[in-house]
């Protein structure tokens, strides 16, 4: 099946600095969503998006879809402790990265 | 209150028997999913229903079988021929298969020994 890339794998960082983790894909997809999964627990959608260049932001998170269609990004600004958790982009109807455990030391 | 409800949330079962995991969704969702997670890594498509008492393959589905009788039932039969059962299960629901925004229950973790 068509796979996604999804970096970094996991990422350590002091409480209050921003973080920016990315997906990418050899083929276009026409939707990139992102979900959040805390331990044990299903994955929660945080931001989707529909369009090409869009750029989309929910609280401290902003999303955005890549030009080319292969890729999109997604930003915290001031991260919290309860951001801990893993983090999934997914693409197009069910292709979901291996995802970024996302680790706020207080 | 909405949403949607796996059963039991962990299921231990001895190797060579077949074991059904239950999804129920009262979000009165059309399309029903069921993945697979394995440890570090991402979600695995094992089937998909877009319509009640329809369904497709997943990327996985070699060793599941599903049933869609009612919209607000998926179950998930893993089988003997699954070669290695034990994972974490989740089942998700969207409106459709457009938009693709899927909304996911709590899990249930499996243990085949």
């Known amino acids: 099946g068509q796979q996604l890339n999804q970096s970094p794998q996991s990422m350590f960082i002091q409480e209050g600095e921003d973080v920016s983790m990315n997906c990418t894909s050899s083929?276009?997809?026409?939707?990139w969503l992102w979900y959040k999964q805390d331990p044990g627990e299903g994955p929660v959608l945080l931001i989707a998006?529909?369009?090409?260049?869009e750029l989309t932001s929910n609280g401290r998170l902003t999303a955005q879809f890549g030009i080319t269609r292969k890729d999109s990004f997604l930003n915290i600004s001031a991260s919290i402790p309860s951001d801990v958790g893993i983090y999934f982009c997914c693409a197009g109807k069910s292709t979901f990265g291996d995802g970024t455990t996302l680790t706020v030391k207080p | 209150d909405g949403g949607i409800t796996q059963s039991p949330k962990y299921l231990f079962r001895k190797e060579g028997q077949n074991v059904t995991l239950s999804c129920e969704q009262n979000l009165n969702h059309d399309a029903m999913y069921w993945y697979r997670q394995d440890p570090g890594q991402g979600l695995r498509l094992i089937y998909y229903s877009q319509i009640v008492n329809d369904f497709q393959k997943g990327d996985i589905a070699e060793g599941y079988s599903v049933s869609r009788e009612k919209k607000e039932s998926f179950p998930l039969t893993v089988t003997s021929a699954q070669k290695n059962p034990t994972a974490f299960y989740l089942c998700?629901?969207?409106?459709?298969?457009?938009?693709?925004?899927?909304?996911f229950g709590p899990g249930t973790r499996l243990t085949v020994t």
């Open positions: 998006l529909y369009k090409a260049g």
């Open positions: 998700a629901s969207s409106a459709g298969i457009l938009p693709y925004e899927q909304y």
């Open positions: 083929s276009i997809f026409n939707t």
